[in-house]
C-alpha cells in the first residue's frame, strides 16, 4: 500500500507552509462517496480510490499533528507519520461498519504520531513503562489545568499533585518537565512572511462535526460492550491477571500476581496468554456478528 504516498508532493518536512496550500485544494468527501471509494479499494485494490480517501483527510492529519506540536518536534515530521497512520487506516477501513473513515483513521494517526515522540531520541530519552508514558502525554494537559504555563520548574505542591494524579515520583514530574519545556509553535502565526495569511486560517473544525462525536461515542460503547462481554467468559482468577497485566497504566508484575496465586511467575504469564487469546477470540466473534446483523 505504499504506492498511496506517490502524491505526497511536496513533503510536509521540505516546505510546511506550502504543504499546507497544496492539500488545501483536495475536496473533502461527502459519505456516499467515501463509501464508494472505499469499495474500489477493498473489492478491487483500486489505487487511485485510494489516493482520494488519503488525500482527503490531509488536513485531519494536519490538525492533530498541531495538537502535538508542543512536544518539540518539527510538525512536518509528525504530519508524515500522521500520513503512515492514515494510509494504514484506509487499508483496514470497513465501509459497511456505518461509521465515517475519520473517525476509525484518527486512532491510526494518532498512535504512529504518538509512537514517533516516544521513539525520538532528540527529543527526550526515557523509559517505555506504562506510567511514564502516561506522564508524557498527560503532563502538559494538567499543567494547563494547573495554569502552570510558565517554561520554569514546577512549584513542590504542583509536583506532588501531578504526581499523585499519574501515580509516579516526583522527580520523574521534575524530569519530564524539564525535558518539555520548550517555545510552542503559535496558530497565529504566519504561513509565510510575505502572507497574511495564519496557520488556524486552514483547519477545519473537525471537533465540531456532530455526526463524528455521536459515532465516535457509539463505537467506543461497543467496544466497551464486547470487552466487557468477552471478560465474562474467564474465570476470576483470569479475569485478574488480565486486568492487572495488561488493562492498568500501573500494571503488576509477574513476581507479584505470582506471590498473590503462590505460583510460578511462568504459570502467571500462560495464564495470562490464554486469558488474552480468550477475550480477543470473543471480541472478534462479538464483531463478526454484529458485522452480519447489520
Given at each position: 500500500?505504499?504506492t498511496?504516498?506517490?502524491?505526497?508532493n511536496p513533503?510536509?518536512?521540505?516546505?510546511?507552509?506550502?504543504?499546507?496550500?497544496?492539500i488545501?485544494?483536495?475536496?473533502?468527501?461527502?459519505?456516499?462517496?467515501?463509501?464508494?471509494?472505499?469499495?474500489?479499494?477493498?473489492?478491487h485494490?483500486?489505487?487511485?480510490?485510494?489516493?482520494?480517501?488519503?488525500?482527503s483527510?490531509?488536513?485531519?492529519?494536519?490538525?492533530?499533528?498541531?495538537?502535538?506540536?508542543?512536544?518539540?518536534?518539527?510538525?512536518?515530521?509528525?504530519?508524515?507519520?500522521?500520513?503512515?497512520?492514515?494510509?494504514?487506516?484506509?487499508k483496514?477501513?470497513?465501509?459497511?461498519?456505518?461509521f465515517?473513515?475519520?473517525?476509525?483513521?484518527?486512532?491510526?494517526?494518532?498512535?504512529?504520531?504518538?509512537?514517533?515522540?516516544?521513539?525520538?531520541?532528540?527529543?527526550?530519552?526515557?523509559?517505555?513503562?506504562a506510567?511514564?508514558?502516561?506522564?508524557?502525554?498527560?503532563?502538559?494537559?494538567?499543567?494547563?489545568?494547573?495554569?502552570?504555563?510558565?517554561?520554569?520548574?514546577?512549584?513542590?505542591?504542583?509536583?506532588?499533585?501531578?504526581?499523585?494524579?499519574?501515580?509516579?515520583?516526583?522527580?520523574?514530574?521534575?524530569?519530564?518537565?524539564?525535558?518539555?519545556?520548550?517555545?510552542?509553535?503559535?496558530?497565529n502565526?504566519?504561513?509565510?512572511?510575505d502572507?497574511?495569511?495564519?496557520?488556524?486560517?486552514?483547519l477545519?473544525?473537525?471537533?465540531?462535526?456532530?455526526?463524528?462525536?455521536?459515532?465516535?461515542?457509539?463505537?467506543?460503547?461497543q467496544?466497551?460492550?464486547?470487552?466487557?462481554?468477552?471478560?465474562?467468559?474467564?474465570?476470576?482468577?483470569?479475569?485478574?491477571?488480565?486486568?492487572e497485566?495488561?488493562?492498568?497504566?500501573?500494571?503488576?508484575?509477574?513476581?507479584?500476581?505470582?506471590?498473590?496465586?503462590?505460583?510460578?511467575?511462568?504459570?502467571?504469564r500462560?495464564?495470562?496468554?490464554?486469558?488474552?487469546?480468550?477475550?480477543?477470540?470473543?471480541?472478534?466473534?462479538?464483531?463478526?456478528?454484529?458485522?452480519?446483523?447489520?
Open positions: 500500500m505504499g498511496i504516498a506517490k502524491d505526497f513533503t510536509p518536512e521540505e516546505n510546511l507552509s506550502r504543504y499546507l496550500q497544496v488545501r485544494q483536495y475536496p473533502m468527501l461527502t459519505q456516499e462517496e467515501e463509501v464508494a471509494l472505499a469499495e474500489r479499494w477493498r473489492n485494490e483500486d489505487h487511485d480510490a485510494a489516493h482520494q480517501l488519503v488525500n483527510h490531509l488536513r485531519l492529519v494536519a490538525k492533530i499533528a498541531m495538537g502535538y506540536r508542543g512536544y518539540g518536534l518539527p510538525v512536518g515530521e509528525l504530519i508524515s507519520e500522521g500520513n503512515v497512520g492514515m494510509m494504514q487506516a484506509v483496514r477501513f470497513d465501509p459497511d461498519k456505518g465515517r473513515l475519520a473517525t476509525y483513521a484518527m486512532w491510526w494517526i494518532r498512535a504512529s504520531m504518538q509512537e514517533y515522540i516516544l521513539h525520538s531520541w532528540s527529543l527526550v530519552k526515557m523509559g517505555t513503562t506510567a511514564q508514558k502516561k506522564l508524557f502525554f498527560n503532563l502538559r494537559r494538567i499543567k494547563s489545568e494547573l495554569q502552570a504555563i510558565h517554561d520554569g520548574d514546577l512549584t513542590p505542591e504542583q509536583t506532588e499533585l501531578i504526581a499523585t494524579r499519574l501515580k509516579v515520583s516526583e522527580q520523574e514530574v521534575t524530569n519530564m518537565n524539564r525535558r518539555l519545556a520548550g517555545p510552542d509553535h503559535s496558530l502565526a504566519p504561513l509565510r512572511e502572507s497574511d495569511g495564519e496557520w488556524i486560517d486552514w477545519e473544525d473537525d471537533g465540531t462535526d456532530q455526526e463524528t462525536i455521536v459515532a465516535e461515542r457509539q463505537e467506543s460503547r467496544r466497551q460492550k464486547m470487552l466487557a462481554g468477552a471478560m465474562m467468559c474467564l474465570t476470576d482468577r483470569e479475569r485478574h491477571i488480565l486486568t497485566r495488561r488493562l492498568k497504566d500501573d500494571p503488576m508484575t509477574l513476581q507479584d500476581l505470582s506471590d498473590v496465586y503462590g505460583i510460578s511467575r511462568e504459570r502467571v500462560q495464564i495470562e496468554v490464554r486469558a488474552f487469546e480468550k477475550v480477543r477470540k470473543s471480541v472478534r466473534n462479538a464483531a463478526i456478528k454484529e458485522h452480519m446483523v447489520n
